[in-house]
């Protein structure tokens, strides 16, 4: 048969497409108003249709061994992606986020640092006891040391944070080129899959993941030559 088991999910890209008011042009699809990225809309799109295409074919019987193995390895490959990303998300909030505790460590240092300096000042135009002033000034010394050592500390959390940071980011990108070659194992795969005869609505749909990658090819080439 030719219609697809109840659930079976082959929505999202390719209805969103259509019924979203993007005609489909020469070149394939129209980029939709306001988006800036041509060539990662395209990708993005036909990604969303290939999976969907892949899940749909499974649940009609034309799953292959090799289709099942490339979308297990995209799967994979995604989740990855995503789980680091929210934690390169959550490294970089709490970057730029002060750290409250810190801040009020350093108010209070500064605000006893005044308070002795201005005390040492009035002792000192009073003429008091220098016993008094000595002490003054030893207070004073321990708190600009204190003062000190939370900045170094600062500096050593904050230091400390820039580098896990880094290091997510370049495993970020390990994962994008990891998730890259698993979305085109899965363009593949789905190729070689394609039913003969391919049943019409089946046809159409890989008759738009067609254009989009026509579509991605010359936003592509659009981008190298400068136009984009």
């Known amino acids: 048969t030719d219609t697809p088991p109840a659930g079976a999910p082959l929505t999202g ?3 969103t497409l259509r019924d979203g008011g993007s005609e489909p042009s020469v070149e394939g699809f129209s980029l939709p108003p ?5 060539r990662g809309w395209f ?5 969303k249709v290939a999976v969907g295409l892949c899940a749909w074919m499974t649940a009609r019987g034309y799953g292959t061994q ?17 789980a680091l990303e ?27 640092i005044m308070d002795l300096s201005m005390a040492r000042d009035r002792h000192t135009e009073q003429g008091g006891d220098p016993g008094a002033l000595q ?20 500096t050593q959390r904050q230091n400390a944070q820039v580098e896990t940071v880094r290091e997510i980011e370049g495993y970020l990108d390990l994962c994008d080129a990891k998730l890259g070659e698993a979305e ?12 003969e005869p391919c049943p019409p609505d089946l046809d159409a749909v890989f008759q738009d993941l067609k254009h989009l990658l026509r579509s991605y090819d010359a936003a592509t080439l ?6 984009l």
């Open 222 to 227: 659009a981008e190298d030559d400068g136009e």
């Open 13 to 15: 890209g390719v209805d």
């Open 34 to 38: 306001g988006a800036t990225d041509a």
């Open 184 to 195: 085109m194992r899965l363009m593949d795969e789905l190729v070689q899959a394609r039913p």
């Open 135 to 154: 002490d003054l000034d030893y207070q004073i010394r321990v708190l600009e040391t204190n003062l000190g050592e939370l900045y170094r500390e600062t």
């Open 43 to 47: 990708w993005s799109q036909s990604v």
């Open 86 to 112: 929210l934690e390169h998300a959550a490294e970089r909030a709490q970057l730029d986020e002060p750290n409250v505790a810190e801040r009020e460590r350093e108010s209070q240092l500064r605000r006893a």
């Open 66 to 82: 090799g289709l099942g193995q490339a979308r297990a390895a995209y799967d994979d490959a995604n989740e990855r992606y995503a």
